[in-house]
């Protein structure tokens, strides 16, 4: 197996893992599957920054062993417990028997949970480094950035950032560097990413990259544990202090499901309404669409419109995933309405405005509702409807 060289004395010896396609459980999509990356640090001492996935471990001890002898490995940096990135340490440390396990103390606790291996670990904290010859690793806790253990490693020497989970995304590919590969898909799996794992942490996020701004820490690169290495990290970075302040594009995401159709015509003449105004949307059915994709666009669209037919004076089931992951994650600064349809009792779209409400979304327009099927004046009202959220979202 060739070599990867990041910069001299830095090589990625991760894993790709072509064939995932749900990450968290079954809570994310991943239809690019995605990668595992692990960095080897050849100088006077050898160092090894996270692992891989558990089921890559062989791939990536090939990698190592195509820089160094494994058994050479001064020290291994754990830069987060969770096991895609932990979950090959037990192997590595078997064949480099005289390394030590260098991570911050919650990230010994989650270790020793997961697995118990009898480890000579070294804590560290922010501010602490460890000099292997030419290179230095310096270590900056992010803690929440997305666990309580997390920690980035710098390389002054190279202007290297390795965040870990910070600025992935989820992309296999036989390329490494998101400059020599499709920019547009990085950045929009990026989205993902953020929406999905960091969104509810904005506010930490904004904190960390002040405080690494304040440190002046030059970044040259930034090459985090999941996709791609970025070469010119004002792109993400930039990104990121976007997203975490809520800034979004001004167009609106209309999602939905419907039972006999009432409540998907509602849909059509609001996203009708909504283009009246010169404002896009995205209209998607969430018994057949992917929530994780549905979170990317509240994260990226300002307007958030959902609406229900009513079953058992509630909201459709299928339209739960989405919900509760709104809930949780509490997108910044959207606004947003509820919409559907009912027969007798009602409760559908009521159900639908509490749970945005709960999600942080202001709500901006009265629910709106429609007895069995819309006629030709409730659809009126809909495409007026529509107008009116995307004039807000404009403004
Ligand atoms: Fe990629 Fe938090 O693990």
């Known amino acids: 197996m060739k070599e990867t060289k990041v910069v001299d004395g830095v090589y990625w010896v991760g894993a790709v893992d072509w064939n995932i396609r749900h990450f968290h459980g079954y809570t994310y999509t991943t239809p690019y599957g995605t990668s595992y990356n692990a960095y080897l640090i050849k100088d006077e001492k050898i160092a090894l920054v996270d692992t891989v996935d558990a089921s890559f471990t062989g791939e990536m001890m090939e990698r190592i062993r195509a820089v160094c002898d494994p058994q050479k490995i001064d020290f291994v940096v754990a830069n987060h417990a969770e096991p895609d990135h932990s979950g090959s340490l037990a192997a590595v440390l078997s064949v480099a028997k005289n390394a030590k396990l260098v991570c911050n103390e919650r990230c010994k606790q989650g270790l020793e949970q997961y697995y118990s291996g009898d480890w000579d670990y070294q804590i560290v904290k922010t501010g602490d480094s460890i000099k292997l010859g030419a290179k230095t690793l310096t270590f900056l806790e992010a803690p929440m950035l997305h666990w309580p253990d997390s920690m980035f490693t710098y390389i002054p020497e190279d202007e290297l950032l390795l965040p870990n989970d910070g600025f992935g995304q989820h992309l296999a590919t036989t390329e490494r560097f998101v400059e020599d590969y499709d920019e547009a898909l990085v950045m929009r799996e990026a989205a993902k990413y953020y929406a999905n794992i960091l969104?509810?942490?904005?506010?930490?996020?904004?904190?960390?990259?002040?405080?690494?701004?304040?440190?002046?820490?030059?970044?040259?690169?930034?090459?985090?544990?999941?996709?791609?290495?970025?070469?010119?990290?004002?792109?993400?970075?930039?990104?990121?202090?976007?997203?975490?302040?809520?800034?979004?594009?001004?167009?609106?995401?209309?999602?939905?499901?419907?039972?006999?159709?009432?409540?998907?015509?509602?849909?059509?003449?609001?996203?009708?309404?909504?283009?009246?105004?010169?404002?896009?949307?995205?209209?998607?059915?969430?018994?057949?669409?992917?929530?994780?994709?549905?979170?990317?666009?509240?994260?990226?669209?300002?307007?958030?419109?959902?609406?229900?037919?009513?079953?058992?004076?509630?909201?459709?089931?299928?339209?739960?995933?989405?919900?509760?992951?709104?809930?949780?994650?509490?997108?910044?600064?959207?606004?947003?309405?509820?919409?559907?349809?009912?027969?007798?009792?009602?409760g559908g779209a009521e159900s639908v405005e509490k749970a945005l409400g709960e999600a942080g979304v202001k709500i901006v327009a009265e629910t709106l509702t429609v007895k069995y099927m819309p006629t030709d004046e409730d659809l009126s009202r809909c495409f007026e409807f529509g107008r009116e959220i995307a004039s807000m979202v404009k403004s």
């Open 199 to 346: 969104m509810p942490m904005s506010a930490l996020v904004t904190k960390k990259i002040q405080e690494v701004q304040k440190l002046k820490l030059s970044i040259k690169m930034i090459a985090p544990s999941h996709g791609l290495i970025w070469r010119e990290p004002d792109k993400i970075l930039g990104a990121y202090l976007r997203w975490a302040s809520g800034e979004a594009e001004p167009a609106v995401l209309v999602a939905y499901d419907t039972m006999w159709t009432a409540t998907e015509k509602m849909a059509r003449s609001i996203v009708e309404g909504i283009a009246s105004e010169g404002v896009q949307s995205r209209l998607i059915r969430m018994a057949v669409s992917d929530s994780s994709d549905a979170i990317r666009d509240c994260l990226l669209m300002k307007g958030i419109v959902v609406g229900s037919s009513t079953i058992n004076r509630g909201m459709l089931p299928s339209l739960a995933p989405f919900i509760e992951d709104l809930k949780g994650l509490k997108p910044k600064n959207k606004i947003g309405a509820a919409f559907g349809s009912y027969g007798w009792s009602g």
